[in-house]
């Protein structure tokens, strides 16, 4: 595959076969580890010339695959990178220790000091905290908007933004975290080119697609800037390794790696080569994930003890959810929240009667994982944010694993027994 453009395949076939050429692993099928912190140059002239081409991007091996030291890149780097791009349908992409350091990376990268963002709500508690608590103490300014398919409030909290500074970076996380709210992709886009008409500088919009990734949903089909994914979540799929992925325009991506030099936040070889392993399996993963999602999230709704049920499968026909459902997404998903009868003591009592699925943060794996959002993910968030964002003490987060249906089922079914 490695002469053929990425266009010519679709998705899941990227996600097998792209990326690695076995001639850059001496013929092994699948991409070997390259486990050095360093790269030795053929003369000291080449080692000057590398080091212009990666620096400068001029000199004779502009163009050419080279390697310095691995926190500038390494071949796991190249491999995974060029496959996250593919996918993604992006000219390039950047691979980051974490979800969370390829979402501070953009914020160092694009705003300055009396700047301000606009992003959703809810929005998962450790980018609330980035934007909310961490960035304003460098001067930024935090505006949200809490309905991403409402124009009419997106366009007036854009106007908040930028009455407080000039608006660099819009974020939209779709579905959101934990309540799988949905923001209008197109709607960012067009509101980014106004403000950009207004102000002199249009701001990038960045799309949060953790939650259904590559093959469900393709925010850069839709003309945002950059995608992030955690590549922790589904891509990885196993809950043992961390890791978090960018993909956009080269030249928003070639700033976002020559700074990532200098953060020291990239990517090591080996979690490089898990991701790179796991991202073959994502497509059939996620097939299983969201079949017992929907099963589970239909159990749910017709129980008793459950107030509601965000899952996307569910959105009413001839509202502005379903439609932009149905423009810009393939699949439901797996992850969704549902809302108990009750508050905080009714949604401990049922996590503890689970025998199954496991009580911990994170989303994505192979298990099923559930968890209270309002003492844990969104532990930080102050509680009159969380309760406009929908999140309330009684409010469940669950992201459905691969074990079968009628386990979970069973198991959700003892546990609502203790509310």
């Known amino acids: 595959m490695s002469n053929k453009r990425p266009g010519d395949f679709r998705p899941e076939t990227l996600a097998v076969a792209y990326g690695y050429d076995p001639q850059l692993g001496m013929g092994a099928a699948k991409p070997p580890i390259f486990m050095t912190s360093t790269f030795v140059y053929p003369s ?3 080692a000057k010339y590398v080091h212009e081409a990666y620096f400068d991007g001029t000199g004779p091996l502009v163009g050419e695959t080279n390697h310095i030291y691995s926190r500038l890149g390494h071949p796991g780097l190249d491999f995974l990178e060029a496959r996250l791009a593919a996918i993604d349908g992006a000219e390039d992409a950047v691979a980051y220790c974490s979800g ?3 979402h501070s990376s953009i914020a160092l990268a694009y705003l300055r000091s009396g700047d301000s963002v606009l992003h959703g709500r809810p929005i998962y508690g450790g980018v609330d905290f980035l934007y909310n608590t961490m960035m304003p103490q460098f001067g930024t300014h935090p505006t949200a908007y809490l309905d991403g398919t409402d124009e009419d409030g997106v366009r007036a909290a854009a106007e908040e933004a930028m009455a407080k500074g000039p608006l660099k970076l819009i974020i939209a ?8 709210a949905i923001v209008d992709l197109d709607l960012m886009v067009r509101i980014a080119d106004e403000v950009g008409a ?5 701001p990038l919009v960045v799309v949060d697609n953790t939650l259904l990734g590559p093959f469900s ?3 850069i089909s839709h003309g945002v800037d950059l995608c992030m994914t955690s590549l922790t979540k589904y891509c990885g799929g196993h809950s043992d390794l961390l890791a978090g992925g960018i993909s956009g325009r080269k030249e928003l991506i070639d700033q976002l790696k020559l700074q990532r030099t200098t953060w020291g936040n990239h990517l090591d ?3 490089s080569w898990l991701v790179l392993r796991s991202m073959e399996s994502v497509a059939v993963r996620t097939e299983r994930a969201m079949s017992n999602a929907r099963g589970v999230a239909e159990f749910l709704r017709d129980h008793p003890k459950v107030a509601g049920v965000t899952y996307l499968g569910f959105l009413e026909p001839g509202t502005r959810g379903r439609a932009v459902y149905d423009k810009q997404c393939k699949a439901a998903g797996s992850t969704f929240s549902f809302h ?7 949604a401990f009592r049922m996590l503890d009667q689970l025998q199954l699925m496991k009580v911990a943060v994170s989303l994505g794996g ?3 994982l559930i968890c209270h959002s309002a003492s844990t993910t969104h532990y930080a968030v102050p509680r009159e944010q969380r309760l406009a964002g929908g999140i309330t003490d009684g409010t469940i987060r669950l992201s459905v694993g691969l074990e079968h249906i009628d386990d979970l089922i069973a198991d959700l079914a003892q546990a609502l027994e203790a509310v």
């Open 269 to 271: 070889p080996y979690t």
């Open 340 to 346: 108990l009868h009750g508050g905080e003591a009714e």
């Open 198 to 202: 207004k102000q002199g500088h249009r």
């Open 44 to 46: 000291a002239q080449h």
């Open 217 to 219: 949903q393709r925010p």
């Open 100 to 102: 969370m350091a390829a």
């Open 173 to 180: 996380e779709t579905p959101a975290n934990p309540t799988a």
């Open 366 to 368: 192979s298990e099923t």
